[in-house]
């Protein structure tokens, strides 16, 4: 399986080592200026009395989108263009009906290959690949961070003012392997291109993993399949760390990776403190002809010494058709469950309701669920297709949706 592929299999984030180079794409009229961690991209108008607003580029697919709020979100695509692939930022504050062009160049090409994007508010975004970049501007320049040499960036999440990395970096003894880390960046002082840290919960051999935030605690998935601890908990107000138990252990027959609570929400709220918090996983077993069983378990945490840290299942399995590719949990506690083969499929449920609502995309052979997220209790957005492959570039289509009812359907995004 692709590495990039194996990576979304847990969650989303294919990705990446440094350089510090930005530049415009697949445009006219445009200038470059280079300093040692920045590269910003600005427009220069043609000497005319009329211009012409840049354009989407033609053969534009989306790789990985963000919304900040219900109506304000960006995503970030690829088009081929005559330096092989280009990419760019485009953003919509209308729920994705219309999208315009971020950059006065229009385009975003970083080379750290970005393969996904996270914006914590309008201004303030990471863009990550082989590498990873920051904006305080809405993404119209960009600042490349300085990670690990060699680090691939497998997932980003922000909890408070902190922005965390989690890395696999490969190591010298034995060749070949990676040991799996946390770094983090006061994204909210200013910025600055260097996270600080180096927090370090597990080395594996050739790691995939996946962040996924809660109101005040973090959840670390390494992506150990067969592991007995391959979920962990971070506080980082007391810079602690705490082991789960395997909550796929509860299964039977052929046993994936968990897939953590996705999205940006562990918990069921964004209000919980750390000693009430809940967190939900995905566990799936017996693959076969297409298909696999599909359970959710939860977990009510405590940071008492004298609590117990058990999994109970939480209703009737989802559907079986597909094998899961992603996970994500609303505020509220609504599920979503992305799902492929021969088809693509997403797989949602409010809180609390026994029936599933189901999206089923076959146009594009079957290709997975590469980003599933909520952005609230109604709003939530999936990518099929996207990145994947061994050199973790882009794929060669994709698409977009967007729901508005609670997943209880999806629109076809147009860009």
């Known amino acids: 399986m692709p590495d990039a592929v194996k990576r979304h299999l847990l969650g989303i984030g294919a990705v990446l080592s440094a350089s510090a180079a930005l530049a415009a794409c697949g445009q006219s009229g445009s200038t470059t200026t280079t300093s040692p961690s920045l590269?910003?991209?600005?427009?220069?108008?043609?000497?005319?009395?009329?211009?012409?607003?840049?354009?989407?580029?033609?053969?534009?697919?989306?790789?990985?989108?963000?919304?900040?709020?219900?109506?304000?979100?960006?995503?970030?695509?690829?088009?081929?263009?005559?330096?092989g692939q280009c990419y760019q930022l485009v953003r919509t504050?209308?729920?994705?009906?219309?999208?315009?062009?971020?950059a006065p160049a229009g385009s975003v090409v970083v080379s750290i290959n970005p393969?996904?994007?996270?914006?914590?508010d309008a201004a303030r975004g990471w863009i990550w690949g082989r590498g990873a970049a920051y904006t305080a501007n809405g993404g119209k320049s960009w600042s490349v961070l300085v990670l690990p040499a060699g680090s691939v960036v497998d997932s980003v999440a922000v909890v408070g003012d902190q922005a965390y990395f989690l890395l696999s970096t490969p190591t010298s003894s034995p060749p070949g392997t990676y040991v799996t880390?946390?770094?983090?960046?006061?994204?909210?002082?200013?910025?600055?291109?260097?996270?600080?840290?180096?927090?370090?919960?597990?080395?594996?051999?050739?790691?995939?993993?996946?962040?996924?935030?809660?109101a005040s605690l973090l959840g670390v998935n390494t992506g150990q399949s067969g592991s007995t601890s391959?979920?962990?908990?971070?506080?980082?107000?007391?810079?602690?760390?705490?082991?789960?138990?395997?909550?796929?252990?509860a299964s039977t027959g052929a046993i994936s990776a968990p897939l953590m609570s996705g999205g940006r929400y562990l918990a069921d709220g964004t209000t919980d403190p750390a000693s009430q918090a809940k967190?939900?996983?995905?566990?799936?077993?017996?693959?076969?002809?297409?298909?696999?069983?599909?359970?959710?378990?939860?977990?009510?945490?405590?940071?008492?010494?004298?609590?117990?840290?058990?999994?109970?299942?939480?209703?009737?399995?989802?559907?079986?058709?597909g094998l899961a590719?992603?996970?994500?949990?609303?505020?509220?506690?609504?599920?979503?469950?992305?799902?492929?083969?021969?088809?693509?499929?997403?797989?949602?449920?409010?809180a609390g309701a026994s029936n599933w609502s189901s999206l089923t995309d076959?146009?594009?052979?079957?290709?997975?669920?590469?980003?599933?997220?909520?952005?609230?209790?109604?709003?939530?957005?999936?990518?099929?297709?996207?990145?994947?492959?061994?050199?973790?570039?882009?794929?060669?289509?994709?698409?977009?949706?967007?729901?508005?009812?609670?997943?209880?359907?999806?629109?076809?995004?147009?860009?």
């Open 279 to 321: 967190f939900q996983a995905l566990c799936t077993s017996d693959p076969g002809a297409g298909s696999s069983a599909k359970q959710l378990y939860e977990l009510s945490y405590s940071v008492s010494p004298s609590a117990s840290s058990s999994w109970t299942s939480l209703g009737a399995s989802a559907p079986l058709g």
């Open 93 to 102: 504050t209308d729920e994705g009906k219309h999208w315009s062009l971020v």
């Open 181 to 214: 880390s946390l770094f983090e960046q006061n994204w909210q002082a200013g910025g600055g291109t260097t996270p600080v840290g180096g927090f370090s919960p597990v080395g594996t051999p050739a790691p995939a993993g996946m962040l996924a935030p809660g």
């Open 325 to 350: 590719t992603d996970f994500a949990t609303s505020p509220g506690g609504n599920f979503a469950i992305g799902a492929a083969s021969g088809a693509s499929f997403v797989y949602a449920q409010q």
């Open 230 to 249: 391959p979920l962990w908990l971070y506080d980082p107000a007391s810079d602690s760390s705490t082991s789960l138990p395997n909550p796929c252990a």
């Open 115 to 120: 393969q996904s994007l996270y914006f914590a």
């Open 39 to 83: 590269t910003t991209t600005s427009s220069v108008a043609a000497s005319t009395t009329s211009t012409t607003a840049p354009a989407i580029a033609a053969g534009f697919e989306p790789l990985a989108m963000s919304f900040v709020s219900p109506s304000l979100g960006f995503t970030l695509g690829h088009y081929r263009c005559s330096q």
């Open 362 to 415: 076959s146009s594009l052979g079957g290709a997975p669920v590469t980003q599933l997220e909520w952005v609230d209790d109604s709003h939530a957005f999936a990518v099929i297709g996207g990145p994947e492959g061994t050199g973790l570039g882009p794929s060669s289509a994709s698409a977009a949706y967007y729901s508005s009812d609670g997943g209880a359907s999806f629109a076809k995004l147009a860009f």
